[in-house]
């Protein structure tokens, strides 16, 4: 297929499985009785575990292809593009919905474009700079909003989340940098080489070891992580990484316009409540995104 009509195959599909990722989080954490099934700790570290597992088996050929010269580049986009973002969005998950994850979510273009320009020379244009302000303006209302219609949530929680944020825009520039010429399964395959022993140690440290596996709804969780780790990490991390050796940083980052849409979606229909100025902040925060990524392709 012609690579500028595939590229919008992958944003789309790129949308689909991870605007999908939040309720699956939730679901596997396994709320019940105010009780999680499992903690965000271990549900970070099995669904790194997992995902290295199955992408090791499939892409250790491709990796040991790579040049040595490449391998820490490879760790720190693992590090950044996987590991820390697991575990920051299980533990937001504990205090706020996985709807204003998915949105929250969107800001990454956003921050990429700041990332580009502060650490990679990337200078800002007059609109990009009141996108990247409207933006934050959005994501700022976005919180304000859902901190009056949910006043039993901890929307500081919501501060982690842009932390992964930066981990994902910080990770999608290295990659469009420093491994624009490696094959993308190699990519995610060096990625979880070098993060998967980490993974093991904060799984076994944080009672990991103490899983009642025969319970019926730690199975459950599990499952939605076999899922999660499937499609949303291993399927859509090489999709991802072929996506920004394809386009730009903030085009392939723009999956986000897509995932809040898929992420209410998926909320709503697990009840979650969402009022009108949560909508408006979240048009706010989308309407920003456009305007830098329309900026960048000018550009």
Same mark, same amino acid.
């Given at each position: 297929?012609?690579?500028?009509?595939?590229?919008?195959? *992958?944003?789309?599909?790129?949308?689909?499985?991870?605007?999908?990722?939040?309720?699956?989080?939730? #679901?596997?954490?396994?709320?019940?009785?105010?009780?999680?099934?499992?903690?965000?700790?271990?549900?970070?570290?099995?669904?790194?575990?997992?995902?290295? &597992?199955?992408?090791?088996?499939?892409?250790?050929?491709?990796? /040991?292809?790579?040049?040595?010269?490449?391998?820490?580049?490879?760790?720190?986009?693992?590090?950044l593009?996987?590991?820390?973002?697991?575990?920051?969005?299980?533990?937001?998950?504990?205090?706020?919905?996985?709807?204003i994850?998915?949105?929250?979510?969107? &800001?990454v273009?956003?921050?990429?474009?700041?990332?580009?320009a502060?650490?990679?020379?990337?200078?800002f244009?007059?609109?990009?700079?009141?996108?990247?302000?409207?933006?934050?303006?959005?994501?700022?209302?976005?919180?304000?909003?859902?901190?009056?219609?949910?006043?039993?949530?901890? *929307?500081?929680?919501?501060?982690?989340?842009?932390?992964?944020?930066v981990?994902?825009?910080?990770?999608?520039?290295?990659?469009?940098?420093?491994?624009?010429?490696?094959?993308?399964?190699?990519?995610?395959?060096?990625?979880?080489?070098?993060?998967?022993?980490?993974?093991?140690?904060?799984?076994?440290?944080?009672?990991?070891?103490?899983?009642?596996?025969?319970?019926?709804?730690v199975?459950?969780?599990?499952?939605?992580?076999?899922?999660?780790?499937?499609?949303?990490?291993?399927?859509?991390?090489?999709?991802?990484? #072929?996506?920004?050796?394809?386009?730009?940083?903030?085009?392939a980052?723009?999956?986000t316009?897509?995932?809040?849409?898929?992420?209410?979606?998926?909320?709503?229909?697990?009840?979650?409540?969402?009022?009108?100025?949560?909508?408006v902040? &979240?048009?706010v925060? /989308?309407?920003?995104?456009?305007?830098?990524?329309?900026?960048?392709?000018?550009a």
């Amino acid at each position: 297929m012609d690579p500028s009509k595939l590229k919008y195959v *992958y944003l789309i599909i790129l949308s689909l499985i991870w605007g999908s990722s939040f309720i699956l989080i939730k #679901k596997a954490l396994g709320e019940e009785n105010g009780e999680l099934v499992l903690q965000p700790l271990q549900l970070g570290a099995a669904r790194t575990i997992i995902s290295g &597992t199955i992408l090791i088996i499939i892409g250790w050929k491709s990796f /040991i292809s790579t040049d040595k010269k490449d391998w820490p580049w490879l760790a720190v986009s693992g590090l950044l593009g996987t590991f820390f973002p697991a575990f920051l969005f299980a533990y937001a998950q504990t205090e706020i919905d996985s709807a204003i994850s998915a949105i929250l979510n969107s &800001t990454v273009p956003l921050i990429s474009l700041i990332m580009g320009a502060v650490i990679f020379g990337i200078s800002f244009s007059r609109n990009q700079l009141i996108g990247v302000i409207i933006g934050l303006a959005g994501a700022i209302g976005l919180v304000i909003a859902g901190m009056e219609s949910h006043p039993n949530q901890n *929307y500081l929680f919501a501060g982690l989340i842009l932390i992964a944020c930066v981990c994902y825009a910080s990770n999608v520039n290295i990659i469009k940098k420093y491994l624009q010429n490696i094959n993308p399964l190699a990519i995610a395959t060096g990625n979880f080489i070098f993060i998967v022993p980490l993974a093991i140690i904060v799984f076994f440290s944080s009672d990991g070891h103490s899983i009642e596996f025969n319970d019926s709804r730690v199975q459950e969780s599990f499952l939605y992580i076999i899922v999660l780790c499937l499609f949303g990490t291993v399927a859509a991390k090489i999709m991802f990484n #072929k996506l920004v050796q394809m386009t730009s940083p903030v085009f392939a980052t723009s999956v986000t316009y897509l995932m809040p849409v898929i992420g209410l979606t998926w909320g709503v229909l697990d009840g979650e409540f969402f009022n009108v100025w949560q909508g408006v902040a &979240t048009a706010v925060i /989308i309407f920003a995104v456009v305007l830098v990524t329309r900026e960048k392709k000018k550009a």
